[in-house]
């Protein structure tokens, strides 16, 4: 499989100085900055299941890319159960991102994901 994937970045930072502060400009006390930036990759990939006694599969996910980022990879596991209408499953997905910026240079997002496929 082939596509695409798009992530959006936006970071802000606040500040907001009380007190006494000697000679710091009004202006300074408070303020904030933002910065965002808009990265899309190209990605290959290749999906599969383990099928199970019963109903239990291990669906499986894999895909790789570059583009906007340096490298990014995807890997999502767990296990599913399939009824007559679908499939529930509990998962774990972990994606990277690794860039070339002197801003960021590494990006982790990893978690548990509760999935439902309805086929028909």
Known sequence: MA??????????LEWNFTGSIGSLPTAAR????EISNDIV???????????????????LYLDVGTGGSHFTWQGVTG???MFHWGELGLLFRYINFRFDSSKLQNLTVAGPI???????
């Open 114 to 120: 509760v999935s439902a496929t309805f086929r028909w």
């Open 30 to 33: 408070s303020s904030d900055s």
């Open 79 to 81: 296990l599913a159960y």
């Open 3 to 12: 596509g695409l994937r798009y992530l959006h970045l936006k970071e802000k």
């Open 41 to 59: 990759d190209g990605i290959v990939g290749v999906k599969g299941q383990l099928q199970g006694d019963g109903g239990w599969i291990m669906p």
